[in-house]
């Protein structure tokens, strides 16, 4: 539930800056009658996004003949791919999007390509759309049969209206609010979700005998704290917690810090060059 927040909540705030900033600007330069193109793109993409999660759902079950373990693994794997990208890159060009956007809509009221500002909200919010799709279909993976779907749905519906009411607040006064330490918090407990999500990829492909344990389990904490119960559940969404598991699910949960920490060192050398 507590995954499921952080990631819409997050997802929705960004799409919903994207839609704000192109909005101020219009309304600045005295273009309102063009924010029904922002509009209509923005809700085209929350109609393609859904599209996206039904045919997703629809993919998932024309593939089953690659073995329920592989194909959840793929899924958990590229999650962890999208969310760890995600997290560098708005790290290092969060500054630069505003600026892009505004450039990008001068150019198409410039050339009367008014359907291009359509097409910059539909591109922003469908990206995001498409990255929670993928994020809580890992999220549903990791959690396995132990899932309280009202809870996940809760947690979700949560994070959406809490992102909306904070860029409302945003935009309307209180555009002096930093907003960088959302991120950069967000943004850690988004890293901890991958591994979680990373580790439960490498669990899955162990139960599939694609791996091998190494030793299994490690330990069994499960008297203390499982991942059945309402607080255990959370603690797994947030943090990947497992009660008892194999060495190389822990390895791997462990090495993904290092790793992620060296691609924003490498990333941050680059831009400084």
């Known amino acids: 539930m507590l995954a499921t927040f952080v990631i819409t909540w997050r997802e929705t705030i960004e799409a919903a800056l994207i839609i704000g900033i192109l909005l101020a600007y219009l309304r600045k330069i005295g273009h309102h009658q063009e924010f029904r193109y922002i509009f209509g793109g923005a809700a085209a993409a929350v109609v393609a996004s859904a599209l996206f999660a ?96 009202t809870l996940q749905v809760a947690g979700g519906l949560g994070g959406i209206a809490l992102g909306i009411v904070m860029a409302w607040l945003f935009f309307k006064g209180f555009g002096h609010l930093d907003l960088k330490p959302f991120f950069k918090v967000t943004g850690v407990l988004l890293l901890f979700i991958a591994a979680g999500m990373l580790s439960s990829a490498v669990g899955r492909l162990i139960s599939g005998g694609w791996l091998p344990p190494l030793i299994e389990p490690l330990w069994d904490t499960s008297w203390l704290l499982n991942e059945r119960s309402l607080v255990g559940s959370l603690v797994a969404g947030l943090f990947g917690y497992r009660s008892h598991p194999s060495l190389l699910e822990l390895l791997v949960y462990v090495g993904y810090f290092p790793l992620v920490l060296f691609w924003l060192r490498k990333e941050h050398h680059d831009l400084a060059q």
């Open 54 to 149: 039904g045919a997703s759902s629809l993919a998932s079950r024309l593939v089953d003949w690659i073995g329920e373990a592989l194909f959840d693994s793929l899924i958990l794997l590229a999650a962890v791919a999208v969310l760890t990208y995600m997290v560098v890159w708005m790290h290092h060009n969060a500054r630069e999007i505003k600026g892009e956007l505004l450039s990008k809509a001068d150019q198409a009221l410039a050339r009367h390509q008014l359907w291009a500002l359509g097409t910059l909200a539909f591109v922003g919010v469908f990206r995001e759309g498409v990255e929670t799709v993928l994020f809580l279909w890992g999220l549903m993976l990791q959690a396995g049969p132990v899932a309280n779907v």
